[in-house]
């Protein structure tokens, strides 16, 4: 059983930047692979990025690509999302997931492909 703690949210203008945190516990986590999900107000959460093993199997939604940056601190047990230039429809609660076993090299976008949930930070951005 994994515990996901997020950090980092918070409001800032249009165009600004925020890294978000996601310490987990666990002593398996260098397998685990992570993933950033959101939810805005009145819509479905939805995929955001997801980081496996090794580091360098990222993946992005189309919304984010070139903007924000996913990576990962085996050592520290978390992940960080990186998130620069951002916009108003940003806006929403970032949620960490991670799952428990993962192929090397695959990737994984859908909620019901994690395990385990943190509690989620809201981010603002305004305009």
């Known amino acids: 059983q994994a515990q996901l703690v997020e950090s980092g949210g918070g409001a800032v203008q249009a165009g600004g930047s925020l890294r978000l945190s996601c310490a987990t516990s666990?002593?398996?986590?260098?397998?685990?692979?992570m993933g950033w999900f959101r939810q805005s107000p009145g819509k479905e959460r939805e995929f955001v990025a997801s980081i496996g093993r090794p580091s360098s199997a990222t993946y992005y939604a189309d919304s984010v690509k070139g903007r924000f940056t996913i990576s990962r601190d085996n050592a520290a047990n978390t992940v960080y999302l990186q998130m620069n230039s951002l916009k108003p429809e940003d806006t929403a609660v970032y949620y960490c997931a991670a799952r428990a076993s993962s192929t090397p090299f695959s990737y994984y976008t859908r909620e019901r492909q994690f395990d385990y949930w943190g509690q989620g930070t809201q981010v603002t951005v305004s305009s």
């Open positions: 666990g002593r398996t986590f260098s397998s685990y692979a």
